[in-house]
């Protein structure tokens, strides 16, 4: 999550998969906590850090967007 938040622009950190679907809302306290711990300050205090919502098919959601994603910005079909 530091190196996340770290880049540039990295505003946003988002822990998804089964464990933090598993243990996320009992886990999150305590990664925001190790977050702001070993990052600079500024990039800590800029950052969001929030559980997934995609489910169970956030990967293949993701994957999905990439060619999507390369279409569009190709001009289309």
Same mark, same amino acid.
Do not use: N
């Given at each position: 999550?530091? %190196? =996340?938040?770290?880049?540039?622009?990295? &505003? &946003? /950190?988002?822990?998804?998969?089964?464990?933090?679907? +598993?243990?996320?809302? /009992?886990?999150?306290? =305590?990664?925001? *906590? +190790?977050?702001? &711990? %070993? @990052?600079? *300050?500024?990039? +800590?205090? &800029? =950052?969001?850090?929030?559980?997934?919502?995609?489910?169970?098919?956030? #990967?293949?959601?993701? +994957?999905? @967007?990439?060619? #999507? %994603?390369?279409?569009?910005? /190709?001009?289309?079909?």
């Amino acid at each position: 999550m530091c %190196h =996340a938040v770290a880049i540039p622009r990295g &505003r &946003r /950190a988002v822990l998804s998969g089964r464990v933090s679907a +598993a243990m996320g809302p /009992a886990m999150l306290p =305590a990664v925001r *906590d +190790a977050m702001r &711990r %070993h @990052t600079l *300050d500024y990039p +800590a205090e &800029r =950052a969001v850090l929030e559980l997934g919502r995609l489910g169970p098919e956030q #990967v293949a959601l993701g +994957a999905a @967007t990439l060619p #999507v %994603h390369e279409l569009l910005t /190709a001009g289309g079909c």
